[in-house]
């Protein structure tokens, strides 16, 4: 079992920057693809960056794609998340997940297996 904590969110106005981290337990997560998400009350869940095990791949929602960027250090057992030029519309509860790298689809939140609780970002317009 892998047990995910996300941290590192807060407030920020637009323009600013935070950084996300993901520590990881129980298990390593050199051999996981690792995924952010993220979620706002009464919208679906939605796909925000991947990284494939190795960290030779990474991916990203078209909304985010130039402006987020999603790496890894396998070392610490830790996965992060830089958010520059952040918008209002990404305030939300941003979640980490695990996932096998030979089933998980990027993108496909239901392909993971482990989820962090969640941590919240709120962008002031």
């Known amino acids: 079992q892998v047990q995910l904590v996300e941290s590192g969110g807060g407030f920020v106005q637009a323009g600013g920057s935070l950084r996300l981290s993901c520590a990881a337990s129980?298990?390593?997560?050199?051999?996981?693809?690792m995924g952010w998400f993220r979620q706002v009350p009464g919208k679906e869940r939605e796909f925000v960056a991947a990284?494939?095990?190795?960290?030779?791949?990474?991916y990203y929602a078209d909304s985010v794609k130039g402006r987020f960027t999603i790496s890894r250090d396998n070392a610490k057992n830790t996965v992060y998340l830089q958010m520059n030029s952040l918008k209002p519309e990404g305030t939300a509860v941003y979640y980490c997940?695990?996932?096998?790298?030979?089933?998980?689809?990027?993108?496909?939140?239901?392909?993971?297996?482990?989820w962090g609780q969640g941590t919240q970002v709120t962008v002031s317009s």
């Open positions: 129980g298990r390593t997560i050199s051999r996981y693809a």
């Open positions: 990284i494939s095990w190795s960290g030779g791949g990474t």
């Open positions: 997940a695990a996932g096998d790298p030979t089933i998980a689809r990027v993108g496909a939140g239901g392909d993971y297996d482990y």
